[in-house]
């Protein structure tokens, strides 16, 4: 998540303030910048370039400046609202497909904040089509058809959802379990069904960089993977590929996961991440120092995962192993 947050007075930049400081260790929020008063001039300059914005404000201030700004809901970013003495957080906009609500649910957890959600089908204990996509991962190629699909949901209408078989891990989630009945699938694309309404959800690649010590063993590096998928609220058996660079290819133990994992491991060449820029990447003394390139793990499942992939987790080591999440921004 690239976070900004607006705030209006001293209280709101103080509350700001903190809440920069309690995600400087979550490495799924790649980035946070604060701006102080100026709404509707750094809204029109910010707007879509973070994930989503906190304004620290009335909701009022928030709605009249921002509409203006609203072009189509698969791309506005997530609104949130909270009042300046982190009371209440509010998702005034993009809480399903933006992941409005999770960043929500995310702030408010962090401050002791209540969490201010009221999209229909999370009331009721559902889970939207759209927030299913957001969640695992996945294009939706007909949008249109989101509001047919939550509405049957909403009404007690059976949706059958139907997942190839390297997907039925979305059926072990209990609220997808309460909203769809499992059909099964031989085709590699998953689907929703209500009557004649049919949504198509194709996932998009989701790919591990992996940095690790020599001689490490499969059981630190599913250990590290749990920990990061766990973070990422998402099973490991999502993941798509694994991808290091060349000097690791014949490590056991990356060797060892992937086949477990029944998934590829990627080998990247030096030379590749030499020449690779991209802003989303920290750099490593030591592995400049070690190998000649600024990182392995980032640039590594950036360019595995394929063009215009983001990251959803910046690398962090854990017990001699660096792992990053990159996913791609289309199927």
């Given at each position: 998540?690239?976070?900004?947050?607006?705030?209006?007075?001293?209280?709101?930049?103080?509350?700001?303030?903190?809440?920069?400081?309690?995600?400087?260790?979550?490495?799924?929020?790649?980035?946070?910048?604060?701006?102080?008063?100026?709404?509707?001039?750094?809204?029109?300059?910010?707007?879509?370039?973070?994930?989503?914005?906190?304004?620290?404000?009335?909701?009022?201030?928030?709605?009249?400046?921002?509409?203006?700004?609203?072009?189509?809901?698969?791309?506005?970013?997530?609104?949130?609202?909270?009042?300046?003495?982190?009371?209440?957080?509010?998702?005034?906009?993009?809480?399903?497909?933006?992941?409005?609500?999770?960043?929500?649910?995310?702030?408010?957890?962090?401050?002791?904040?209540?969490?201010?959600?009221?999209?229909?089908?999370?009331?009721?204990?559902?889970?939207?089509?759209?927030?299913?996509?957001?969640?695992?991962?996945?294009?939706?190629?007909?949008?249109?058809?989101?509001?047919?699909?939550?509405?049957?949901?909403?009404?007690?209408?059976?949706?059958?959802?139907?997942?190839?078989?390297?997907?039925?891990?979305?059926?072990?989630?209990?609220?997808?379990?309460?909203?769809?009945?499992?059909?099964?699938?031989?085709?590699?694309?998953?689907?929703?069904?209500?009557?004649?309404?049919?949504?198509?959800?194709?996932?998009?690649?989701?790919?591990?960089?992996?940095?690790?010590?020599?001689?490490?063993?499969?059981?630190?590096?599913?250990?590290?993977?749990?920990?990061?998928?766990?973070?990422?609220?998402?099973?490991?058996?999502?993941?798509?590929?694994?991808?290091?660079a060349d000097p690791k290819k014949d490590e056991k133990g990356l060797l060892e996961v992937a086949k477990e994992l029944g998934v590829p491991l990627e080998i990247v060449s030096l030379d590749e991440l030499r020449k690779?820029?991209?802003?989303?990447?920290?750099?490593?003394?030591?592995?400049?120092?070690?190998?000649g390139v600024s990182g392995v793990s980032e640039p590594a499942a950036l360019l595995s995962a394929g063009r215009d992939a983001k990251l959803i987790f910046r690398k962090k080591a854990i017990n001699r192993v660096t792992?990053?999440?990159?996913?791609?921004?289309?199927?």
């Amino acid at each position: 998540m690239k976070l900004a947050i607006i705030s209006l007075t001293l209280q709101g930049q103080k509350v700001a303030k903190q809440i920069a400081q309690i995600f400087e260790n979550d490495h799924t929020v790649l980035r946070i910048d604060l701006f102080h008063k100026n709404v509707k001039v750094t809204l029109e300059k910010i707007f879509f370039q973070y994930d989503c914005i906190l304004g620290i404000m009335a909701s009022g201030i928030m709605i009249r400046n921002v509409c203006s700004l609203l072009r189509d809901k698969t791309k506005d970013p997530a609104i949130l609202v909270m009042d300046e003495k982190a009371k209440h957080v509010i998702t005034l906009l993009s809480g399903h497909i933006g992941g409005g609500n999770d960043y929500n649910l995310k702030i408010a957890e962090h401050l002791g904040a209540d969490s201010v959600i009221t999209t229909a089908t999370d009331v009721i204990g559902k889970i939207g089509i759209d927030t299913l996509a957001r969640k695992y991962r996945l294009n939706i190629n007909n949008p249109s058809k989101i509001r047919l699909i939550n509405k049957a949901l909403l009404e007690g209408k059976i949706v059958e959802l139907a997942l190839p078989p390297q997907f039925e891990f979305i059926y072990e989630d209990k609220l997808v379990k309460e909203s769809y009945r499992k059909i099964p699938s031989t085709f590699s694309k998953i689907a929703a069904y209500y009557n004649d309404t049919v949504i198509t959800l194709t996932p998009m690649r989701l790919v591990v960089g992996l940095g690790a010590r020599k001689g490490i063993s499969k059981k630190d590096i599913l250990l590290a993977l749990d920990e990061v998928f766990n973070a990422l609220r998402l099973p490991i058996l999502r993941i798509d590929a694994l991808a290091t660079a060349d000097p690791k290819k014949d490590e056991k133990g990356l060797l060892e996961v992937a086949k477990e994992l029944g998934v590829p491991l990627e080998i990247v060449s030096l030379d590749e991440l030499r020449k690779f820029k991209d802003s989303q990447c920290s750099e490593s003394v030591w592995v400049m120092k070690v190998f000649g390139v600024s990182g392995v793990s980032e640039p590594a499942a950036l360019l595995s995962a394929g063009r215009d992939a983001k990251l959803i987790f910046r690398k962090k080591a854990i017990n001699r192993v660096t792992v990053a999440v990159a996913v791609a921004n289309h199927p």
